[in-house]
């Protein structure tokens, strides 16, 4: 997995260094060099054209003029502009440009010179603001992100575009845009999270000589998961297992007007690997249920205007005392019907995933995730957290991480907090990021599908949270797959059932 730190910390792993006499001065340096050798990567003829550095007082500033003066050492025509008085080793690092430069370093006030040297870069490397910034951005600093932005000119963020909060997607001034954004050492919530994450262009980490037992001692806000943490959470496929083996799922769900959804999801619990797929879905939905998944064991249960009727728990109930996992809420409807049903599972103390309407219904009774229950996973997108956890789901997406951390430990399960990123929380406060996936999943039914495939490989063997984590993974990479040869638009949930099977052998077996 890799690891996903904020401010702190970077500051935190900073200071371990120091502790084990590695300066922040050889530090700075092998970020710079390291970003120099990541430019010249991705656009060896900018690198080696007129690039400009423009550089703040901190961190940031020295990383970037470390990294011109290594682009000028090998060919490029390097010149910074200083937009403060240095400080610490990025005093060193400016004195040492001027040694190798000494023409081409500026100190400005900002203006015309700043614009006049901009106007004449090739490429810029924005080292003006870094991890330390708190609200938005003032005076020179501003003005120099502006004139970046204005410029035209293609711009490399060293760890982050100017302007970004260091430890949420959120975007609290002017924030310089960039083509490429130059991690360092690791990745931060602003890589990764929206709205920041549209500012960074493409994003690479830039290694950096931090001891490496330094890494096992952090404690990163997140991290982002890999093929092979994802093949390890896969549950095993013994040779002589049978469909017993490897688990029943019950999905309960469907009315009128919304029968593909309890569908999707039987479908996609069978595609994890599910052994026995049963649905309970209302009696008049229920033909449509069974033509759409002939795998599954379909049941009509009691109805009250197109949705499952209070009289229905009864049924669920008795259905989920042979299941390994419920899934209840796709297609579901909102009215007393569905209500009583949520109720009813959720104090049953089942495993259930819940998803869609359920998730409305935990909604109306707070208390039924404040009291005690099995063990659930939660499926919402962010208005459907912002619904539950009594928050503006416009400041749930730049802040997911903390939020889905915060509502796993509060409510005692594991909360899958839907992207991109799609956030992944268990009740002890550990937070996985699942990056796969595209625009392909913006189709009303990717959710009912991955609300499915969590349940079939929990119901398999794995724990909540890694049938939540891997499920998540592979589901991305299904939309991946669909779109190296056609349009993301075009792509629906029914496509990706067809792509999974795909999607979980490259997991298995090498990635894309």
């Known amino acids: 997995m890799k690891p996903v730190l904020g401010a702190e910390g970077v500051r935190g792993l900073d200071r371990a260094a120091a502790e084990r006499g590695v300066p922040p001065l050889l530090l700075m340096e092998s970020a710079g060099r390291g ?139 002017p924030a310089v845009r960039a083509d490429l954004t130059l991690a360092m050492g690791c990745l931060k919530p602003p890589h990764l999270l929206p709205p920041a994450a549209e500012l960074c262009g493409e994003v690479r980490v830039v290694a950096v000589a931090y001891p490496p037992e330094l890494w096992g001692e952090a404690d990163p806000l997140a991290q982002v998961l890999e093929e092979g943490d994802v093949r390890a959470m896969l549950p095993p496929r013994p040779r002589f297992g049978h469909k017993g083996t490897f688990g029943r799922v019950l999905v309960v769900g469907g009315s009128v007007g919304m029968a593909g959804a309890a569908a999707l999801a039987a479908e996609g619990a069978l595609r994890a690997g599910a052994g026995l797929v049963h649905v309970l879905t209302p009696e008049p939905v229920f033909p449509i249920v069974a033509g759409l998944v002939p795998e599954a064991l379909v049941h009509p249960g009691r109805a009250d205007a197109g949705m499952l009727a209070p009289e229905a728990a009864d049924e669920a109930l008795t259905l989920a005392e042979g299941m390994d996992v419920v899934v209840v809420g796709p297609g579901l409807g909102r009215g007393p019907g569905p209500q009583a049903l949520v109720r009813a599972l959720v104090q049953s103390g089942r495993p259930l995933v819940l998803d869609a309407d359920a998730l409305y219904a935990l909604a109306q009774e707070p208390n039924l995730l404040a009291g005690a229950h099995g063990e659930l996973v939660l499926t919402p997108h962010p208005g459907e957290f912002g619904r539950l956890a009594g928050a503006d789901p416009a ?26 990123p799609t956030a992944i929380a268990g009740p002890g406060g550990e937070v996985l990021l699942s990056t796969t996936g595209n625009t392909a999943l913006a189709h009303g039914g990717s959710g009912d599908v991955l609300g499915g495939m969590i349940a079939g490989l929990w119901a398999g063997g794995a724990s909540p949270r890694d049938a939540a984590a891997a499920a998540a993974f592979v589901h991305g990479r299904a939309a991946e797959i669909l779109t190296c040869d056609r349009a993301p638009r075009a792509v629906l949930p029914t496509d990706l059932l067809q792509s999974l099977g795909e999607a979980f052998w490259l997991v298995k077996t090498k990635e894309l």
């Open 35 to 173: 970003a120099a050798e990541a430019i010249r990567a991705w656009r060896p003829d900018l690198a080696r054209g007129r690039v400009l550095a423009v550089a703040g007082k901190g961190g940031n500033g020295g990383d970037a003029l470390a990294a011109a003066r290594w682009l000028g050492l090998w060919g490029a025509q390097a010149r910074a502009v200083l937009l403060g008085d240095p400080q610490g080793p990025a005093s060193d690092q400016a004195a040492a440009f001027q040694a190798s430069f000494p023409e081409n370093l500026l100190h400005v006030e900002g203006g015309d010179a700043l614009a006049a040297w901009i106007e004449d870069a090739d490429l810029i490397l924005d080292g003006i603001l870094g991890v330390g910034l708190a609200g938005p951005a003032r005076g020179r600093a501003r003005e120099a992100i502006e004139a970046l932005n204005a410029s035209g000119r293609p711009v490399v963020a060293l760890d982050l575009p100017s302007g970004l909060d260091a430890d949420t997607g959120r975007v609290p001034g």
């Open 395 to 420: 400041e749930v997406v730049p802040d997911k991480i903390r939020w889905a951390r915060e509502k796993a430990r509060a409510w005692g399960c594991t909360v899958v907090l839907k992207g991109p």
